[in-house]
């Protein structure tokens, strides 16, 4: 058996525009055994969640940073003991004293000492639980699973004398409150937001689309679509992404950002996307989106979203950008300002499609009408610019044929 080899883990290092990191949730206990690139610990900072992994088959033997403590770039968070040697043991001799006092019906168990530590302080027996680890190895998740169902009043317990533990705290009437901290990404939006709101001088300008013409071509082509582009589904969020990208390079101001005392024009378009993750709202970029055909930018948008709700975008993926789209209407939002992503100086808001009663050709006809919003800093973009912005994205959806034709 080879000897084993201790190993340092230390943070990842952090891009220029991150400072430091929050170790969010270590995922592997002291003496547990590990596999390589198994995802030991979540570093969490202002913009993303990064995952350090084993180096090699092995275990912890020591934990320098505990939950919610800073970490700088390379600073060391834990001692890791890699080699065969390493998985001779897998729980510490402290666990291993506790394990001896437990009742004999449990010394057969297989589990983590974090599962036996759960199951320990909320009185659950471990051979109550169906472990989902590897050979039947009980999980400190598969014990919170336990714990939470044994909670859920069944149908034939409602009358029984015996209450769950929530059930037992809680007092008939009494005004119930909880209290978590912030996470470093929910503080950094909240702090973004309000900066943006005290050093632009933010203004919204408004209008509506006619979606029927986009509607009826993408019902047309839909199927055609779908087969062309291995999969790939045709959406409305490619015709606003390829409509604005139109529209900036008529509106350059719109495309521009400040710096100090500087305008910096940008010569390419780095649209921004506005998604929903765990944590909070993530704006990943489109890079070079100007290139990108409506297959692709369908991919790279459905991309964003999985990878947010996994937490798998990285810095880069969200770093720079010069316009952000929001859709708030996939949440039923009819009508909204949506407040700047800086240094950018404009952000297009969506909403959700509404039937509504419109005059065309002097009658009266039902149309799927969307409200479209224009945030933007009037200190570098005048209103007139603002507006005439907004309707040539409106005149492109309404008519698709101008964004083939250049018109």
């Not at 506790?98 to 471990?126: F, Y």
């Not at 509607?215 to 409509?243: I, P, W």
């Not at 880069?316 to 300002?337: A, E, P, Q, R």
């Amino acid at each position: 058996m080879a000897d084993s080899e201790s190993v340092d883990i230390k943070a990842p290092e952090f891009p220029e525009s991150v400072a430091d990191g929050e170790v969010a949730t270590w995922h592997v206990q002291i003496g547990e055994a590990v596999r390589r690139d198994q995802v030991i610990v979540d570093i969490e900072t202002d913009k993303v969640v990064l995952e350090v992994v084993a180096p090699a088959d092995g275990k912890l033997i020591a934990i320098i940073k505990e939950e919610g403590e800073t970490v700088l770039t390379d600073e060391l968070l834990a001692t890791f003991e890699a080699g065969d040697g390493a998985r001779a043991s897998t729980v510490p001799a402290a666990v291993l004293s506790d394990m001896e006092e437990t009742s004999e019906e449990t010394e057969d168990v297989v589990a983590s000492p974090a599962a036996r530590k759960i199951a320990q302080e909320q009185g659950l027996a471990l051979d109550q639980v169906t472990g989902t680890g590897k050979d039947g190895r009980i999980t400190k998740e598969d014990v919170v699973k336990a714990v939470a169902d044994a909670q859920k009043p069944s149908s034939r317990a409602i009358n029984a004398p015996t209450a769950s533990i929530e059930q037992a705290l809680v007092v008939p009437g009494e005004r119930v409150e909880r209290r978590v901290p912030m996470t470093r990404i929910r503080a950094s939006i909240a702090r973004r937001l309000v900066d943006a709101q005290q050093t632009a001088a933010m203004l919204t300008t408004f209008n509506e689309v006619d979606m029927k013409p986009i509607m009826d071509l993408r019902s047309r082509y839909k199927d055609e679509f779908e087969k062309a582009h291995n999969g790939t589904r045709l959406g409305f969020m490619s015709f606003f992404v390829r409509s604005s990208i139109e529209a900036l390079k008529r509106f350059p101001v719109v495309n521009a950002s400040i710096d100090g005392n500087d305008i910096v024009y940008h010569g390419y378009q780095d649209v921004g996307v506005a998604v929903s993750s765990p944590r909070g709202l993530v704006v990943p970029i489109l890079r070079d989106a100007d290139s990108l055909t409506l297959a692709e930018i369908e991919v790279q948008i459905r991309e964003f979203g999985t990878r947010a709700q996994e937490n798998k975008l990285s810095i880069d993926d969200m770093t720079g950008g010069t316009f952000t789209i929001s859709n708030g209407g996939v949440f039923g939002s009819l009508l909204s300002t949506p407040i700047l992503n800086p240094p950018q100086t404009a952000i297009l808001g969506m909403h959700k499609i509404a039937d509504r009663p419109m005059a065309v050709d002097g009658e009266v006809e039902i149309r799927p009408m969307m409200y479209l919003a224009l945030s933007y800093d009037h200190r570098l973009i005048d209103g007139q610019e603002a507006v005439r912005f907004l309707v040539t994205i409106k005149d492109f959806l309404e008519e698709p044929a101008r964004i083939l034709l250049d018109l």
